[in-house]
Nanobody, 125 residues
């Protein structure tokens, strides 16, 4: 089992930056796919980024490409979603999630991710 806890959300002005944290604990594997998702009121949950827990080339949605970056601190079992040049449409509840032993790490399908954090709110004004 894998447990995930997000933090780092808050309120920022448009053009500002935030860094979200996802602490991964339990039976985490380098081959687990860690995805970042967000959901705005009245909208479907959408994937924004993903990366294998152990590293590799991350993927980003078109809407965040060039503005969001996944990084990690291996000593803390933590993945970060660094967000810059934030826009009001980036607002929403952000979640990290895990697909254990993923054969193909992708954020396109939320149903593949079996473990989810509780979310952290991001508000861009």
């Amino acid at each position: 089992q894998v447990q995930l806890v997000e933090s780092g959300g808050g309120s920022v002005q448009a053009g500002g930056s935030l860094r979200l944290s996802c602490v991964v604990s339990g039976s985490a594997s380098n081959n687990d796919c860690i995805g970042w998702f967000r959901q705005a009121p009245g909208k479907e949950r959408e994937g924004v980024a993903s990366s294998y827990f152990g590293g590799g080339s991350p993927s980003y949605s078109d809407s965040v490409q060039g503005r969001f970056t996944i990084s990690r601190d291996r000593t803390k079992n933590t993945l970060y979603l660094e967000m810059s040049r934030l826009r009001p449409e980036d607002s929403g509840m952000y979640y990290c999630a895990s697909e254990p032993l993923s054969r193909y790490c992708s954020f396109f399908s939320t149903s593949r991710f079996g473990f989810w954090g509780q979310g952290t709110q991001v508000t861009v004004s």
